[in-house]
């Protein structure tokens, strides 16, 4: 059970990298705008996204930590 769980996850996770990527290959003026336009959100957004990121690691090891004392 837990191998097929781990392998479920895996795959759920290699999925969301290999379809643009794949979507690109087969037709790439279809794909271009709409990851252009994410790429775009995403520099735009860039201070935003690494502060939440940076703060819920370290939520993450200040609750590891307490739970140790």
């Known amino acids: ?3 097929s769980l781990a392998l479920c996850y895996t795959l759920i996770a ?5 379809v643009p990527i794949a979507a ?3 037709d790439r003026d279809r794909v271009v705008g709409p ?3 994410a790429r775009s959100w995403l ?5 935003t996204i ?3 990121v940076f703060m819920v690691i370290g939520s993450m090891l ?5 739970g140790q004392l």
């Not at 520099?43 to 201070?47: A, I, T």
Request: charged residues 5%; hydrophobic residues 55%.
């Open 62 to 66: 200040i609750g590891a930590g307490v």
């Open 24 to 26: 690109f290959v087969v």
């Open 50 to 52: 690494m502060s939440v």
């Open 14 to 18: 290699c999925l969301t990298v290999i």
């Open 43 to 47: 520099v735009q957004n860039n201070d």
């Open 1 to 3: 059970a837990t191998i």
């Open 35 to 37: 990851l252009g336009r």
